[in-house]
């Protein structure tokens, strides 16, 4: 298998065209050079070449080759641990900043689509689905916490106003974000490269990065070239392996499946989602579903922690589709692949500076759509030295796994398997 080109997903075989970039051969000097090419790395040149940086952007791949665009496509607001959860982590002065931005990546999004014409399939409407009267009072609660921080777009839907926008009999209820959507990931990524490219920006593809030397200007080094830089972005996420040991110990890569049906006729596919909203349930180890322009099911879920490929994927998703929607059980599989996000114990993206040149966003934890897009913003005000938001999240605690990288998988299962048995049984 070829690990520089894209998977086999439906997003790679509905992609908009877009070039090969040269690998980097040689030397290069520039502002910024930027480690990935998925959703932070492109936000953040984007942001910086608007403010005329001199950007470079530097890809193992392709461009959204990782999780940027083998997501679920979910423009899902806030982040993985709720805005109630950072009140209690950090100060109340970073934390009401923080929940003034929990909505702001969505807003980034719409601005970009807008901004340069990307053609990415871009629907309003999410709902957070619940299993259980338990789940649904949450639901409740997230719809306080989130007015309260200025998201005026909720409505919180009761099991009968739930079956009118889902096709499903599993749910008792739920809450219906219009500032929530989704989109065409990959199509989205590759819209926001191109209109970094037209701003300046060079993007070097099979371009995988073998060092970073620090100093007073840092040298980013490749298998044929070396880019020197006056600030460095690092922003591979789960992809990143072991290039900076000390981000590698507070993370962990995990896997996330998905599978695509074959083209459903009109009628079916309305009667799935009437209002073409994405939904996610509210279990801990999640299932997240939508449909896409040409009418087919995208369905995800399940988590493979140590980011392991698990040997048949439809085994895997397709039990819980048709538990979902059992009108599916005749229909095809066309596409199935798993992708990397990357984890944090606690489960808050991790943000910050390795001496006074490299900046670096990671771990988004499953909640990256939306939050890359806003990294891409506070790393870019970071580097033109406004950095009250970027140092909000800064200030968020970062944990190493117990027992280090050995023992942090077997951990983090036992717990997920916790939280698994608690969503079974309802308690």
């Known amino acids: 298998m070829d690990n520089t080109q894209h998977t086999s997903s439906y997003y790679a075989a509905s992609a908009n065209p877009s070039p090969e970039r040269a690998p980097l051969v040689g030397a290069a000097d520039t502002d910024v050079c930027i480690i990935g090419a998925g959703f932070t790395g492109i936000s953040a040149g984007l942001f910086l070449a608007e403010q005329g940086f001199k950007v470079t952007v530097l890809e193992a791949a392709r461009v959204g080759w990782g999780a940027s665009g083998r997501n679920g496509g979910q423009i899902v607001n806030s982040y993985s641990r709720d805005i109630d959860v950072i009140e ?12 003034e931005m929990a909505f702001e990546g969505a807003r980034i999004i719409r601005q970009r689509v807008a901004q340069y014409n990307i053609q990415c399939d871009l629907q309003d409407g999410g709902i957070f689905a619940a299993l259980t009267d338990k789940q649904l009072g949450h639901l409740e609660q997230q719809q306080r916490l989130w007015e309260r921080y ?32 989704h ?18 920006g060079i993007i070097h593809e ?31 996420n789960a992809y990143l392996g072991n290039l900076i040991p000390q981000l590698a110990a507070k993370s962990m890569p995990c ?42 099911l995208i369905y995800g879920g399940g988590v493979s922690y140590g980011a392991r490929d698990p040997a048949n994927i439809e085994a895997l998703i397709r039990p819980n589709m048709l538990k979902t929607f059992p009108q599916l059980k005749n229909i095809k599989i066309d596409y199935a692949w798993t992708g990397n996000f990357l984890l944090t114990l606690s489960r808050l993206p991790q943000v910050g500076r390795l001496g006074d040149n490299i900046y670096y966003s990671q771990g988004c934890s499953g909640h990256g759509v939306t939050y890359t897009h806003l990294a891409g ?16 999240f800064a200030s968020l605690p970062h944990y190493p796994f117990p027992g280090g990288r050995l023992l942090r998988v077997p951990f983090t299962a036992m717990g997920a398997w916790y939280y698994q048995m608690r969503d079974k049984f309802g308690f």
Not at 271 to 295: G, Q
């Open 88 to 99: 209690r982590t950090t100060s109340p002065e970073h934390a009401a900043l923080l929940g």
């Open 377 to 392: 913003k506070i790393l870019a005000e970071a580097l033109r030295g406004q950095a009250e938001r970027f140092d909000a």
């Open 255 to 296: 896997g996330t499946q998905v599978v695509t049906t074959e083209v459903l006729d009109d009628e079916l596919a309305h009667s799935l989602l009437p209002h073409n909203d994405c939904v996610e349930d509210c279990n801990y180890l999640l299932d997240y579903y939508r449909l896409t322009a040409d009418n087919r």
């Open 183 to 200: 989109i065409h990931p990959l199509n989205l990524v590759l819209g926001e490269a191109a209109a970094l490219e037209s701003l300046g």
């Open 206 to 236: 099979q371009s995988a990065v073998t060092r970073v030397e620090s100093g007073e200007r840092p040298v980013v080094h490749t298998a044929e070239g070396q880019v020197t830089a006056r600030f460095v972005i690092v922003a591979g």
């Open 150 to 181: 200025g998201n005026d777009q909720l409505t919180l839907l009761d099991q009968s106003a739930i079956a009118q926008r889902v096709g499903s009999s599993r749910y008792v209820g739920g809450l219906l974000d219009m500032h929530g959507g």
